[in-house]
Nanobody, 114 residues
Framework: QVQLVESGGGLVQAGGSLRLSCAAS????????MGWYRQAPGKEREFVATISWNGGSTNYAESVKGRFTISRDNAKNTVYLQMNSLKPEDTAVYYCLPAGSDSWGQGTQVTVSS
């Protein structure tokens, strides 16, 4: 069963940037499509971005398109989320997850102040 450890969150002012990392172990990371999701207070968890096993295909939620970039390093079993031009509405706990899995990690908190 895959274990996931998200990191890189923090407090940032609107317009700032953060890079999130998700380290995976115990699964077939290099052959799995990976996704980032987020959950804001009082809201349901929502899709943010996904990336194919080799990084050749990516998809983004409309709300983050043009501001966030998902990438991966299969040699390090790590997927990243570069977040630029952050907005207060991006405030949430961010999670990564392989396609087809329901083993969520602890997430990393991102707080964007106005």
């Amino acid at each position: 069963q895959v274990q996931l450890v998200e990191s890189g969150g923090g407090l940032v002012q609107a317009g700032g940037s953060l890079r999130l990392s998700c380290a995976a172990s115990g699964g077939t990371f290099s052959s799995s499509r990976m996704g980032w999701y987020r959950q804001a207070p009082g809201k349901e968890r929502e899709f943010v971005a996904t990336i194919s096993w080799n990084g050749g295909s990516t998809n983004y939620a409309e709300s983050v398109k043009g501001r966030f970039t998902i990438s991966r390093d299969n040699a390090k079993n790590t997927v990243y989320l570069q977040m630029n031009s952050l907005k207060p509405e991006d405030t949430a706990v961010y999670y990564c997850l392989p396609a087809g899995s329901d083993s969520w990690g602890q997430g990393t908190q991102v707080t964007v102040s106005s």
